[in-house]
């Protein structure tokens, strides 16, 4: 499974040479920063193959042959340039004790593995379902086309695929020991954040470490949704304030573009995340130069403009998303328990906890972390971070603005998630600010990277928020001969080829909602209903009704005959806690069982 990796090491090559020829400066970095920024350029090159792709549905060996020519090209120019002695110059210079962290926790990462339960069967579902039927938007879960609007044009998803197929590694076994890559992923996310606001690459290194220390517990830092706030967003980040420092002209705009149509990509609400946050700092800075000397002030305007490319996919999917069912009413409470996220007032607006959980702790060190920061002699270029983070601030503790957004995006998580702005901030600002107060005193590499070791155990200590997800059970993750992950993956490698072998491609089979979801992940048929993530199809409301009354005990065989004709069901799935009902064994064909699971072919008369 692990010859799977090379492929996403390799996407960083073109991502460099592009990185090197528009944006040399940025190459100052170091390696990590580098790295970072060169997936930014990379994705944003491969971006039309993938939109294309998914346009006119095209096969996923289109796009695997472009990442693969991608790659030959930039070994080409990297070759006919003599660039290697300066790759490996980046490379020797980046050697320290906090690289050596780093890449300790990827291969970790490695070994745990990513993953394979809640969100990841949405995840591997869409990407089996890229490999059996190329590119689409359809829904994986049933058999007429539907949108997908949750994960639409994912290039996330692409990529996954892509990996698969080029490198001839199940696609299971590719998410599984991608672990390690994304773990460097949010690595170089906040060293490049910390250099483009410190300017000093100690600094740059104690955020990343800090990051990796916070994280290294958890093993879904691949998911979409934890990709672009940790590793995208930071880049964007860094390149506002060197866009803003005026250390990049129109290649500093065109990287925010390019972000935004990413995150577009990888996860929409992010998207609109770094629109609303991105567009009063540049916005503002443009109104600034427009008054204040009449010059500077286009490409800040510009750069407003392209943060928001990226909206038209939450958009897009906005537009194909089934109505919302009516809720029931229920009455107010006007305080709510501290261990709640959500305060409601009594004249219905609501506000984040400032408490939750009694963690009001956390608050006092994130105030901390932007002042310390604004005592550095960076405080410009911090205050373009406290910007961005003063938007999120108001928006989830100004209770007005609070309810809005709520109002707007239709639940109390989706706000919620804003937060990851002052977190991750918090995260970078505060090592960031430290280590360049220190550095006058402390010069010799080895002091600082000792001080870079306390900082990420502090880190460590900082960011076990969950007894699930805590360095402990992390440490038995690593030791175990098989742990949960490897656990998961054998079983689906066992019972892939039983499905394959049982089910012809393209059945429908009968199965609870929550278990019908591994089904998809792993074999080629559908469902009439799954548990979550289903959001365009637009008879779900009714297609839930009926799969309740399909696997009620008493439902008469007519009514329910009727029903597995309607949605063409010929096969019916059980698992280990849920036996056979008594009517499959009256109006069975054949029957399979394997561990966990039992297969029956229905007699549909």
């Not at 994705?43 to 472009?66: D, H, K, Q, R």
């Not at 001839?168 to 954040?193: E, N, P, Q, R, T």
């Not at 200590?461 to 805590?470: I, K, L, N, P």
Request: aromatic fraction near 12%; hydrophobic fraction near 50%.
């Amino acid at each position: 499974m692990y010859a799977s990796l090379p492929f996403w090491f390799a996407l960083a090559i073109p991502g460099y040479v592009i990185i090197r020829l528009f944006c040399k400066d940025e190459l100052e970095s170091g390696l990590l920063g580098t790295f970072g920024l060169s997936y930014v350029a990379v994705l944003g090159v491969l971006t039309p193959v993938s939109l294309v792709c998914y346009w006119f549905e095209l096969p996923v060996g289109v796009f695997s042959a472009a990442c693969v020519l991608l790659v030959l090209a930039s070994l080409f120019e990297i070759t006919r340039r003599k660039w290697w002695f300066d790759l490996a110059k980046l490379g020797v210079a980046a050697l320290s004790i906090e690289l050596l962290i780093i890449l300790v926790d990827a291969i970790m990462g490695a070994r745990t593995g990513g993953f394979l339960g809640g969100d990841s069967r949405v995840h591997l579902a869409r990407v089996r379902f890229l490999l059996d039927h190329g590119f689409c938007n359809y829904d994986p879960y049933v058999g007429a086309p539907s949108f997908f609007p949750t994960y639409h044009t994912n290039i996330l998803h692409a990529l996954y695929a892509a990996c698969s197929q080029i490198t001839s590694v199940h696609y299971i076994d590719a998410w599984y020991a991608s672990l390690g890559w994304g773990k460097v992923m949010i690595a170089s996310g906040a060293y490049y954040m910390a250099w483009c606001v410190f300017g000093n690459r100690w600094a740059a290194w104690a955020a990343a470490v800090c990051v990796v220390a916070t994280y290294a517990p958890i093993p879904f830092v691949i998911y979409p949704n934890k990709l672009a706030p940790l590793w995208l967003v930071p880049c964007m980040i860094g390149v506002a304030v060197r866009l803003l420092d005026r250390h990049l002209g129109w290649q500093g705009v065109a990287l925010l573009g390019i972000g935004s149509l990413l995150l577009g990509q990888a996860h929409g609400l992010y998207a609109g995340f770094a629109a609303v946050l991105f567009l009063p700092l540049l916005a503002g800075a443009a109104l600034w130069h427009l008054l204040r000397d009449r010059r500077h002030w286009i490409k800040p305007s510009v750069a407003a403009l392209a943060v928001t490319i990226g909206v038209a996919f939450p958009m897009t999917s906005r537009a194909h998303s089934r109505p919302k069912e009516p809720r029931a009413s229920t009455q107010q409470v006007t305080v709510e328990s501290q261990s709640s996220d959500f305060i409601r007032f009594e004249n219905g607006w609501k506000m984040v906890n400032l408490n939750p959980q009694g963690q009001w702790w956390r608050k006092i060190i994130q105030l901390g972390a932007i002042g310390i920061a604004l005592l550095t002699c960076r405080r410009k270029q911090v205050a373009f971070v406290v910007a961005i983070e003063v938007v999120a601030i108001a928006i989830l503790y100004a209770p007005p603005l609070c309810t809005m957004a709520i109002h707007y995006l239709g639940a109390e998580w989706v706000v919620s998630r804003l937060g990851f702005a002052i977190s991750v901030s918090t995260l970078i600002l505060l090592p960031g600010a430290v280590t360049l107060l220190l550095a006058n005193r402390f010069k010799n590499r080895w002091a600082q990277s000792l001080i870079s070791v306390v900082l990420f155990v502090a880190a460590a200590f900082h960011g076990a928020t969950s007894d699930y997800y805590s360095w402990k059970n992390y440490g038995i993750a690593i030791k175990a001969k098989v742990n949960k992950q490897k656990q998961s993956l054998n079983y689906f490698h066992q019972i892939q080829p039983f499905l394959t072998k049982h089910i012809p491609e393209g059945s429908a089979v009968l199965a609870e909602a929550d278990y019908g979801m591994w089904l998809v992940l792993l074999h080629d048929c559908y469902i009439v209903a799954a548990k979550s993530s289903q959001n365009g199809v637009n008879d779900l409301t009714e297609r839930r009704a009926d799969l309740a009354v399909l696997l009620a005990p008493g439902t008469p065989w007519i009514d329910r005959l009727n029903l597995l004709n309607k949605y063409g069901v010929s096969y019916q799935a059980s698992s280990a806690t849920s036996r056979p009902q008594p009517w499959v064994e009256d109006h069975r064909l054949d029957s399979w069982q394997t561990t966990g699971l039992t297969i029956s072919r229905l007699k549909l008369d």
